[in-house]
């Protein structure tokens, strides 16, 4: 302020104007700390809707008019390919994309459009099993009638065939017998698992092995090892025999497709304080798509219906167990507390 201007007013003048000084001055303070507490509030705000975002199930992107991503989630970060193939002109569709299904859901407000997917893969499974569920239990109920008379028959012609055609009716014995294994598959999927536990020892399990390699029609090369314990457990003998059958057949069948002159086929078993666990090695191809591995009804065999894996992990999962997998050394494992 101009001095002439302090000089010229008098004391009682400056007196006012010293006070207004000081009530500006308190004003400012006050405007200060509202402004502090309003930002701090904006912060906290802004922190509670990142929060909120994060917790949503299902992948969140807000973008601007031009179509910039302005805020987005931890999923929809872990996705980035995903908004590139959305169409932003609908607002409620399902997508496909790299083997899942996600419900996509936009809305617009203001100049900003509100993007979410949200992963209904299992849901879109779920739907897909049960239907195809249903159509396989139909048919292995029409077709179990007439495979038991063609295999009451065969076992008949096998009995009055002579001996150089027998070879010719076991053949025709095996076929029948894996399309009774798949029979047998499809209607114990279709209905769930339900185990009957028992003690049994886990050297019986080498017999029932042994019997199904015999029943498997093969023309590879494949010499077989078995290391099974001389331990008592309880389980679904049954049960667990099918699940290394299916582990066995699918071990033949890699090696067929494979190169190898000579196939190696070795079941070990291995006991760790209260868990043991049976691992299937064997030298044939590598598992090709490992995500579809326990996926029902999805294989990429030359021969096989897509079932065994799927129903190995519903016997597996029943006794409160594990199924895996290893690629080095190739192995299937099952793991179960004894």
């Known amino acids: 302020?101009?001095?002439?201007?302090?000089?010229?007013?008098?004391?009682?003048?400056?007196?006012?104007?010293?006070?207004?000084?000081?009530?500006l001055i308190e004003q400012t303070y006050v405007i200060e700390n509202e402004y502090k507490q309003l930002n701090e509030n904006y912060t906290a705000l802004r922190q509670m809707v990142s929060e909120i975002i994060e917790v949503l199930p299902m992948a969140l992107w807000i973008l601007d008019a031009n179509k910039n991503i302005i805020l987005q989630n931890n999923l929809a970060t872990q996705k980035p390919k995903l908004l590139e193939n959305i169409d932003l002109n609908k607002t409620h569709y399902e997508l496909e994309f790299d083997h899942?299904?996600?419900?996509?859901?936009i809305t617009s407000h203001t100049d900003k459009l509100i993007v979410n997917a949200t992963d209904i893969s299992d849901e879109k499974r779920n739907e897909r099993l049960?239907?195809?569920?249903?159509?396989?239990?139909?048919?292995?109920?029409?077709?179990?009638?007439?495979?038991?008379?063609?295999?009451?028959?065969?076992?008949?012609?096998f009995e009055r065939s002579e001996l150089k055609n027998k070879h010719i009716v076991l053949e025709?014995?095996?076929a029948i017998s894996r399309v009774e294994r798949i029979v047998n598959s499809t209607l114990l999927f279709t209905k769930g698992v339900h185990v009957n536990l028992s003690e049994f020892n886990l050297q019986e399990l080498q017999d029932e092995c042994e019997q199904a390699?015999?029943?498997?029609?093969?023309?590879?090369?494949?010499?077989?090892?078995?290391?099974?314990?001389?331990?008592?457990i309880n389980a679904d003998k049954s049960l667990l025999a099918l699940v290394l059958q299916n582990l066995l057949y699918n071990a033949i069948d890699a090696i067929e497709e494979s190169d190898n002159d000579d196939g190696c086929i070795k079941i070990k078993c291995e006991q760790q304080q209260d868990k043991i666990f049976?691992?299937?090695?064997?030298?044939?191809?590598?598992?090709?798509?490992?995500?579809m591995v326990f996926e029902a009804f999805k294989t990429t065999k030359l021969?096989?219906?897509?079932?065994?894996?799927?129903?190995?992990?519903?016997?597996?999962?029943?006794?409160?167990?594990?199924?895996?997998?290893?690629?080095?050394?190739?192995?299937?494992?099952?793991?179960?507390k004894i």
Do not use: W
């Not at 195809?132 to 063609?150: D, F, K, Q, W, Y």
């Open 130 to 157: 049960a239907s195809m569920g249903t159509v396989a239990a139909h048919l292995a109920h029409e077709i179990r009638n007439p495979i038991g008379s063609i295999s009451l028959l065969s076992s008949t012609l």
């Open 278 to 291: 049976i691992k299937v090695y064997d030298n044939g191809v590598g598992i090709k798509d490992k995500k």
């Open 172 to 174: 025709i014995q095996k």
């Open 213 to 232: 390699i015999g029943t498997y029609n093969y023309l590879a090369n494949i010499d077989f090892a078995f290391e099974f314990l001389n331990l008592k």
């Open 303 to 336: 021969k096989g219906n897509g079932l065994g894996l799927s129903l190995s992990k519903q016997i597996i999962d029943a006794h409160n167990g594990a199924l895996g997998f290893d690629e080095n050394p190739k192995c299937f494992f099952i793991e179960l």
């Open 100 to 105: 899942k299904f996600y419900l996509i859901k």
């Open 1 to 23: 302020m101009d001095e002439n201007i302090l000089k010229s007013l008098d004391s009682s003048e400056k007196e006012n104007l010293q006070q207004g000084l000081k009530a």
